[in-house]
């Protein structure tokens, strides 16, 4: 299949797709005569993998590893697992993140009149270095 179509089925633009197979994360595709790229079912389910893996914030070389072990047949699960153990964790620090920015900035609106007056502790806690009010 062409690129157009094989980038729609695998949910990729197509310039995503180029550049995959530019940076060698799927094999280089074949080409017709004329020079346009074409791509067997085999890739499009790679693209499918790697979209998912990017989806769940894999880093490219991360979705190196996993397509590897995905190609891999005598694969240990315990390697697979590490790889999305360790982006687990990652995923769990910044919901951290997220819910103390949540808190912080919860308390700053909470603390701002709303009215027609200048002082607004959501200035006042933005401006201060240490986010509090």
Do not use: W
Not at 67 to 83: G, M, T
Not at 119 to 129: S, V
């Amino acid at each position: 299949m062409n690129i157009s179509t094989a980038a729609r089925t695998a949910g990729l633009p197509v310039k995503t797709v180029r550049y995959y197979a530019d940076i060698g994360l799927v094999s280089a595709p074949s080409r017709t005569e004329a020079g346009y790229r074409t791509y067997d079912a085999g890739a499009v389910r790679k693209l499918v993998f790697i979209r998912r893996a990017r989806e769940f914030g894999f880093s490219i070389g991360e979705c190196r590893e996993l397509l590897s072990l995905y190609e891999d047949q005598q694969r240990s699960s315990a390697d697979v697992k590490r790889i999305a153990m360790k982006r687990l964790a990652e995923i769990a620090e910044k919901q951290r993140e997220l819910q103390s920015l949540h808190d912080d900035l919860a308390h700053l609106v909470d603390a701002c009149k709303g009215d027609d007056r200048p002082d607004c502790p959501i200035i006042d806690g933005l401006g201060n270095r240490h986010g509090s009010l």
